[in-house]
């Protein structure tokens, strides 16, 4: 005997998401400190993307004379050097605006491994459970219990440093959140009814985890992305000050920070102004996530 299920049963109302939705981009537009960091944040990707325009000088270019030449605002400035040069004469604005592109591209790409390697265990683990959940879990504790930026430490020493060894290191040392994250969603939409109405009628596990599963983590896995792009920076830079970053062949903040150190006395400006860039960064990128997670929380009004 055929078994007919009633049609809401299967689906969504459409409206409903659409709804939803659309007050919670509302609640994000309207908010003060969302405002501020997706300006901050515009601007960073802005001068990022258009830096072989926008930089005043080459940030590799040296000039001797003009070494630790201060910010235009202090006595000794230079008009042609905004925020200053360093110890070999490099500009500092420049450097800083290349660093950016080094810094998000470096954030957003290892995001994109750790969000791979991550969404597909943790899909895996939630739907399929059994010996596959336990064995994926105690993958994720056991490197949990290791601090990332020491993996990320002995994995760029056996590696040697570079752009793409700190891109595919950063993100396979950060996928272990995304994966308890839609592990735990999967795991209580699996005994809804429409997951259950779909197997009823005979869909494929495959098509229920990408048809009706997966779309229903995406505003879990956008907030932590955003999130998790503000630690890659961080992680980026510390690499980078360490010196066991992306090397010295690109300017990056960690970098700077690094080089300029040592003459903090004589010029204030060569670690501070990059550590400056990734306070407002890091700052920007939080704030955007936390208000998109308050935004998109089903419990605001």
Same mark, same amino acid.
């Given at each position: 005997?055929?078994?007919?299920?009633?049609?809401?049963?299967?689906?969504?109302?459409?409206?409903?998401?659409?709804?939803?939705?659309?007050?919670?981009?509302? +609640?994000?537009?309207?908010?003060?400190?969302?405002?501020?960091?997706?300006?901050?944040?515009?601007?960073?990707?802005?001068?990022?993307?258009?830096?072989?325009?926008?930089?005043?000088?080459?940030?590799?270019?040296?000039?001797?004379?003009?070494?630790?030449?201060?910010?235009?605002?202090?006595?000794?400035?230079?008009?042609?050097?905004?925020?200053?040069?360093?110890?070999?004469?490099?500009?500092?604005?420049?450097?800083?605006?290349?660093?950016?592109?080094?810094?998000? *591209?470096?954030?957003?790409?290892?995001?994109?491994?750790?969000?791979?390697?991550?969404?597909?265990?943790?899909?895996?683990?939630?739907?399929?459970?059994?010996?596959?959940?336990?064995?994926?879990?105690?993958?994720?504790?056991?490197?949990?219990?290791?601090?990332?930026?020491?993996?990320?430490?002995?994995?760029?020493?056996?590696?040697?440093?570079?752009?793409?060894?700190?891109?595919?290191?950063?993100?396979?040392?950060?996928? @272990?959140?995304?994966?308890?994250?839609? +592990?735990? @969603?999967?795991?209580?939409?699996?005994?809804? @009814?429409?997951? @259950?109405?779909?197997?009823?009628?005979?869909?494929?596990?495959?098509?229920?985890?990408?048809?009706?599963?997966?779309?229903?983590?995406?505003?879990?896995?956008?907030?932590?992305?955003?999130?998790?792009?503000?630690?890659?920076?961080?992680?980026?830079?510390?690499?980078?000050? *360490?010196?066991?970053?992306?090397?010295?062949?690109?300017?990056?903040?960690?970098?700077?920070?690094?080089?300029?150190?040592?003459?903090?006395?004589?010029?204030?400006?060569?670690?501070? *102004?990059?550590?400056?860039?990734?306070?407002?960064?890091?700052?920007?990128?939080?704030?955007?996530?936390?208000?998109?997670?308050?935004?998109?929380?089903?419990?605001?009004?």
């Amino acid at each position: 005997m055929a078994v007919t299920l009633p049609r809401d049963t299967l689906a969504y109302d459409a409206s409903a998401p659409a709804t939803s939705g659309s007050r919670a981009w509302r +609640r994000f537009a309207l908010n003060p400190a969302a405002l501020a960091g997706t300006l901050i944040l515009l601007v960073v990707v802005a001068a990022a993307l258009a830096a072989p325009w926008v930089a005043p000088h080459d940030p590799a270019k040296q000039t001797l004379l003009r070494r630790f030449t201060p910010p235009v605002w202090q006595a000794g400035g230079n008009a042609a050097y905004p925020l200053g040069t360093d110890q070999v004469g490099r500009d500092v604005l420049s450097r800083i605006i290349h660093g950016a592109r080094i810094s998000l *591209l470096v954030g957003v790409a290892a995001v994109i491994v750790s969000l791979l390697v991550g969404v597909t265990l943790g899909l895996v683990s939630g739907f399929v459970g059994g010996k596959v959940d336990t064995v994926i879990g105690t993958i994720v504790d056991v490197t949990l219990s290791f601090p990332q930026i020491l993996l990320a430490l002995a994995f760029v020493a056996a590696l040697g440093p570079s752009l793409v060894t700190i891109i595919v290191v950063l993100g396979l040392t950060g996928w @272990e959140r995304y994966t308890r994250i839609v +592990r735990a @969603e999967v795991m209580a939409l699996r005994e809804k @009814e429409f997951v @259950e109405a779909a197997r009823a009628i005979g869909v494929g596990r495959l098509r229920i985890i990408f048809r009706h599963v997966l779309p229903n983590t995406v505003s879990s896995i956008v907030v932590l992305s955003t999130l998790q792009v503000a630690q890659a920076i961080l992680a980026e830079a510390a690499l980078s000050f *360490l010196g066991v970053g992306s090397g010295r062949a690109y300017p990056t903040w960690g970098q700077m920070i690094s080089l300029g150190r040592d003459f903090v006395t004589v010029a204030w400006w060569l670690p501070t *102004l990059p550590g400056l860039a990734i306070l407002l960064t890091v700052l920007a990128i939080n704030l955007v996530g936390d208000r998109l997670r308050d935004a998109l929380d089903p419990r605001a009004t």
